[in-house]
């Protein structure tokens, strides 16, 4: 008796983007010029936003996070790739209006959020394994990501990951090493609480408007502990104090810190010649217990 062949069922949650208007026509209808003011570019390109929505992982499990979305090109882009619940942070009116045919569309799983993203708690957002995916504005890029790293290090499983577009220059930082250049106060808050990948450059001609910078998109896994043990606050305060001065030994940059610098570097057990960028993350650590008096 010959086989019966079946057709594979539909994705239930897949959209064909044919079917919505052009994301060009939806910036003329809502007079969406970018904004300078509120760090706006917005990528139009689907093959990209696609990129960035595939390096997020499995989009069905738990709620997907965007900020920033714009006209809604990587929205419909996380829609696409099988996003069940998306929280869309938007502070502009213009591009909320924009966004509201979509919202209407895929009611069930897009949710519009007003409000400015650093007022609001990405981490309470939706079910676990919450993803933050987002083509970041340029301004507050790096306050956002500030945020999110002390959310993580209230509950390292707060976000499953973070797949997030900054300025080249500022990837670079994130995923710097120990004495090079760019290695400094964010490249060890960043890997103190996750592990950090950069994923691939995105030219500024794929931007409306283009701007003068490349940009890149980066992944964050979040540990699930911290790299050492630390206060989120006090690694700060050391790491401000050790790279105000990067060109100083430890023992002349680290006296800011209003500590008695010789006990400090010695309980932490590090050289007191060294200078900041040739420290790891975990020595680090190790000043920023020291200066809390823990061994």
Known sequence: MRARCRMPLP????????????LREVIAKHGLSARKGLGQNFLLDLNLTRRIARAAGNLAEGAV???GPGPGGLTRALLAEGATSVFAIETDPR??????????RFSDRLTLIPGDALEIDAASLGAPQRRIVANLPYNV????????????????????????????EVAERLCAAPRTKAYGRLSIMAQ??????????????????APKIVSSVVALDPRPAPLAPARMATLERVTAAAFGQRRKMLRQSLKSLGADTGALIAAAGVSETAR???LEVAEFCALARALDGES
């Open 192 to 209: 103190w609480l996750c592990t950090v990948r950069p994923l691939f450059d995105v030219p500024a001609r794929a931007f409306v408007p």
């Open 65 to 67: 996070i965007e900020v």
């Open 276 to 278: 900041a960028e040739e």
């Open 141 to 168: 890029a790096t306050p956002l990501l500030l945020n999110w790293l002390g959310a993580l290090a209230r509950d390292p499983q707060c976000f499953a990951r973070l797949v997030l577009m900054f300025q080249k």
């Open 95 to 104: 591009c909320l209006a924009a966004l509201e045919d979509l919202a209407t």
């Open 11 to 22: 994705d239930p949650v897949a959209i064909d983007l044919k079917d919505l208007p052009p």
